[in-house]
C-alpha cells in the first residue's frame, strides 16, 4: 500500500481541532482509495515560540523538506502580538513560504450551493453562483523585499521595497495560464501599472507569455479596478493572478463574496508536486477550545492537497462530495441556517468521513 507522507502543522487557536478532523478524514479517505499517510507533526508560530523561543525552528523546515507536502491549521494569537516582527507568528508563515519555495498561492473563492445564502452580495448579481480562483505570488515582491527604517529630512522614516524579476513574473504568470486552461480559458493579470514600474515589467511579461496559451483569453486590470469590479460583477472572472500584496487584499475580498470564510481552502505550490495547504481563516483565538469551529476548510484543504499534489483526484473529489452534502444538514454556528441541525467541530468531522 502506498504511504503519504505528510508533515503536520496544527498551529495556534482553533488550529488543533480543525486539523484533527482533517487527519481523521484523510484516513478514512486512504482506507477507501487505497493508501494511507504517515503524519509528522511540527511546529510554528505561537506554539513554536512557546516551546523554542523562535517562530519557525530549522527542525520544522527539515521535517516539511522530508515530507511529500504539508498540512497547517492556523497560526497566531494575541498573547505573541506583541513580539517585534521577526519573532511574531506570521513571520513562522512568510519564512515557511520562503524556505520551501511556495511560490504560488491558490486561493479558490466558490460559492457552495448549500450556502447560496450566505454571500453578502444580491443574489442577482451572484446569478448562478461563483467560481473564482485567485493566484497569488507568494514568496516575492514587497512582503520579501529590502525593509528598514532610516531619517530623511530629519525625519524618521520607513520603507518597504517591490521588485520582481522576470523568472519570477513568468513562474507565477504560467501557474495563471496553467489553472486558466484547466478552468474557463479565461484569466486576469491585475497589476497597477499605471503607476508602478515593478508592474509596467509584470504586464510585459504576461503578455509576452501569452503567446504560449492561445486557448486563454487574457485580459489586464488595475488592482484598484479589480477590488471594486469583484464586488460589481465577479461573475466576471475566471483565474485571477496577481502579485503577493495585490493577492493577500483581493483573495481576502474574494472570500468575503462566497460569504463564508471558514469554508475556503487554500494550496501554495513549490516546483514540483510540493505543496502547502491550509484554510484561509486564521486560528480565531475567540471561540478555540470550544469545539465550534468549522473544520470544513481544513478539510478541503486535504482536498487541494490531494489533488495538486498526491495525485490522487477521485479521493479529492470524493471528499468535495461528502463536504457539499454534510452541508445540506449539519452547520457549525459560523453557517447556520434555520432549517440545518447546529453541530460542532468533531461532529461535522464524524458526519464527512460518514459519508465517505
Ligand atoms: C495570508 C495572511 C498572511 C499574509 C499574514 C498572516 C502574514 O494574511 O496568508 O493572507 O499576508 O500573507
Ligand atoms: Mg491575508
Redesign the pocket.
Known amino acids: 500500500m502506498k504511504t503519504y507522507k505528510l508533515a503536520v502543522i496544527k498551529g495556534d487557536g482553533i488550529g488543533p481541532e480543525i486539523v484533527d478532523e482533517t487527519l481523521k478524514v484523510l484516513d478514512k479517505t486512504g482506507e477507501r482509495f487505497g493508501f494511507g499517510f504517515e503524519y509528522l507533526p511540527c511546529k510554528m508560530g505561537g506554539e513554536a515560540i512557546d516551546a523554542t523561543g523562535v517562530p519557525l525552528p530549522q527542525e520544522t523546515i527539515d521535517v516539511c523538506k522530508s515530507a511529500d507536502s504539508v498540512l497547517l491549521g492556523a497560526?497566531?494569537g494575541e498573547k505573541w502580538d506583541t513580539l517585534p516582527g521577526h519573532l511574531r507568528?506570521?513571520a513562522g508563515?512568510?519564512g515557511i513560504?520562503g524556505a520551501l519555495g511556495l511560490y504560488a498561492?491558490l486561493r479558490p473563492a466558490r460559492i457552495f450551493a448549500p450556502l447560496k445564502n450566505a454571500s453578502p452580495i444580491k443574489s442577482e448579481i451572484i446569478g448562478e453562483g461563483l467560481d473564482i480562483l485567485v493566484v497569488?505570488e507568494?514568496t516575492g515582491g514587497i512582503?520579501f523585499g529590502e525593509r528598514g527604517r532610516r531619517e530623511v529630512n530629519g525625519a524618521a522614516a520607513a520603507y518597504d521595497t517591490e521588485q520582481y524579476t522576470v523568472p519570477e513574473i513568468e513562474r507565477i504568470a504560467r501557474v495563471g495560464f496553467e489553472m486558466a486552461q484547466k478552468r474557463g480559458k479565461k484569466l486576469t493579470s491585475v497589476d497597477k501599472a499605471n503607476v508602478l514600474e515593478s508592474s509596467r515589467l509584470w504586464r510585459e511579461t504576461v503578455i509576452a507569455l501569452a503567446a504560449e496559451y492561445p486557448d486563454v483569453q487574457l485580459n489586464h486590470m488595475y488592482v484598484d479596478n479589480c477590488a471594486m469590479q469583484l464586488v460589481r460583477n465577479p461573475r466576471q472572472f475566471d483565474v485571477i493572478v496577481t502579485s503577493?500584496i495585490f493577492g493577500?487584499i483581493l483573495?481576502?475580498e474574494a472570500s468575503m463574496i462566497s460569504g463564508s470564510i471558514g469554508m475556503l481552502a487554500?494550496a501554495s505550490l513549490a516546483r514540483g508536486s510540493f505543496g502547502l495547504y491550509e484554510p484561509?481563516h486564521?486560528s480565531a483565538p475567540d471561540i478555540a477550545g470550544k469545539g465550534v469551529a468549522n473544520p470544513l476548510a481544513t478539510i478541503l484543504s486535504a482536498a487541494m492537497l490531494l489533488q495538486y499534489s498526491l495525485g490522487e483526484p477521485k479521493a479529492a473529489a470524493a471528499i468535495e462530495r461528502a463536504v457539499n452534502e454534510v452541508l445540506a444538514t449539519l452547520r457549525t454556528p459560523d453557517i447556520f441556517e434555520p432549517g440545518c441541525q447546529k453541530a460542532g467541530t468533531i461532529e461535522v468531522g464524524d458526519a464527512v468521513c460518514a459519508r465517505l
Open positions: 497560526v497566531g507568528p506570521e508563515l512568510l513560504r498561492n497569488r507568494l512582503y503577493n493577500d483573495s481576502d487554500s484561509i486564521g
